[in-house]
């Protein structure tokens, strides 16, 4: 039997997946086989021996200590994709937002309530404060052009938009998806130097804090309108409200609003609803729910954040190694293998970063004894037998 902790309301069509014969799911198990969570913050809890796996019911993994993990071989899943959609949609309600002051107006219009039959004029006087542009026509800029940035720029293309597009590691399929009439730059200053609107859709990390600050602003037109869904850090605060106060900027929707930006005129701030739909939240349980299964049962890792993506269907018994990627693992591995009379009738290993992982189909019988000496190996950080 496995145990799965659950630190967050996980959609039922999510655990539900999991064969009550072979799981236990609760929110209060003490020594969990995996974990599944959404927003819960994870960097001060103390994992079990048992963890093998978390699965993370949304893209990003923030809240997670992915790089502790790493090092205790625990593979860390997350659900790419699984709520593009919802944040698609978000990003063209932000656009629209932006452009007509649309929540002023709102707010505006509900400061009016007492003055009876008044109301009517009152509106046509004041509604000229809240002008603004079309998009039709503007120019969208978007950073990262993943599962997110490929539909926010095939639905910006069919609203009439112009689109420019900038990732670095954009891949074959990606670029296939996307609408013919979209331009992909190689440098990211072309999208601040063209944009009308900009939108990022990167994941947060060393390299792309504060990707949207004071010398990127200084290189857009003036008015320029940000989106930013992903992470509040993509973007500099001290910037951003800069270019807001000098008229650089003329809104900045952000989904993660903290107390430096709450109250800055320009700021349009959201509580973090991008994959907040119904749909996207049973299509992130159930995703995860499916990485976490085909990891625990069969060893395959797909979608991790700490380690090399790695499937094999193994006739024989499977060996699962988890282990640095550094030189002579896997000649010390098979050598123990060899040793014991055990034929390796199929091997595949991948490698991520720092990290790798070895799958081995071994005909024969894997002992304690042998799978301890293969965990006793310099660099192997776990080893499972399966």
Not at 179 to 184: A, Y
């Given at each position: 039997?496995?145990?799965i902790l659950t630190l967050n309301k996980i959609a039922a069509c999510g655990t539900d997946k999991f064969d009550t014969a072979k799981y236990t799911v609760s929110d209060s198990c003490e020594n969990p086989d995996a974990i599944m969570v959404r927003s819960a913050a994870m960097h001060d809890m103390q994992f079990g021996d048992k963890l093998l796996a978390i699965g993370r019911a949304g893209a990003g993994t923030n809240n997670i200590p992915?790089?502790?993990c790493a090092e205790?071989?625990?593979?860390?899943?997350?659900?790419?994709?699984?709520?593009?959609?919802?944040?698609?949609e978000l990003v063209l309600t932000a656009l629209l937002l932006s452009s007509r002051k649309i929540p002023d107006a709102i707010l505006w219009a509900n400061g009016l309530k007492g003055n009876g039959a008044e109301v009517g004029k009152m509106v046509e006087k004041g509604k000229s404060q809240f002008v603004g542009p079309e998009i039709t026509g503007k120019t969208l800029g978007i950073i990262g052009l993943g599962a997110i940035g490929v539909l926010?720029?095939?639905?910006?293309?069919?609203?009439?938009?112009?689109?420019?597009?900038?990732?670095?590691?954009?891949?074959v399929n990606t670029a296939l998806r996307l609408?013919?009439?979209?331009?992909?730059v190689g440098d990211v200053n072309e999208i601040f130097a063209q944009s009308d609107y900009i939108t990022i859709h990167?994941?947060?990390?060393?390299?792309?804090?504060?990707?949207?600050?004071?010398?990127?602003?200084?290189m857009c037109k003036d008015g320029v309108r940000?989106?930013?869904?992903?992470?509040?850090?993509?973007?500099?605060?001290?910037?951003?409200?800069?270019?807001?106060?000098s008229g650089k900027a003329a809104a900045y929707v952000t989904d993660f609003p903290n107390d430096n930006v709450l109250g800055v005129k320009g700021v349009i701030p959201m509580p973090h609803l991008g994959a907040s739909t119904p749909e996207a939240e049973d299509n992130c349980a159930m995703m995860a729910a499916d990485e976490l299964i085909d990891y625990l049962e069969n060893g395959n890792i797909r979608n991790s954040v700490n380690f090399p993506n790695a499937q094999m269907n193994a006739v024989g018994t499977k060996i699962c190694i988890m282990h640095k990627n550094v030189p002579a693992v896997i000649s010390q591995i098979t050598t123990i293998l060899g040793d014991e009379k055990i034929n390796i009738e199929n091997m595949t290993n991948a490698s991520k970063k720092d990290y790798a992982y070895t799958l081995i189909d071994a005909a024969g019988t894997i002992t304690d004894s042998i799978a301890a000496k293969l965990s006793a190996v310099e660099n192997v950080i776990r080893v499972r037998v399966i």
């Open positions: 039997m496995f145990d992915v790089e502790r205790e071989g625990i593979v860390v899943f997350n659900t790419p994709g699984a709520n593009a959609n919802a944040v698609k926010v720029a095939n639905a910006a293309v069919a609203l009439g938009m112009k689109v420019v597009g900038y990732d670095p590691f954009l891949s609408n013919p009439s979209v331009k992909t990167v994941p947060y990390n060393p390299d792309t804090k504060g990707t949207v600050n004071e010398k990127a602003l200084a940000i989106i930013n869904l992903a992470r509040g850090e993509l973007v500099d605060d001290a910037a951003i409200i800069a270019a807001l106060e």
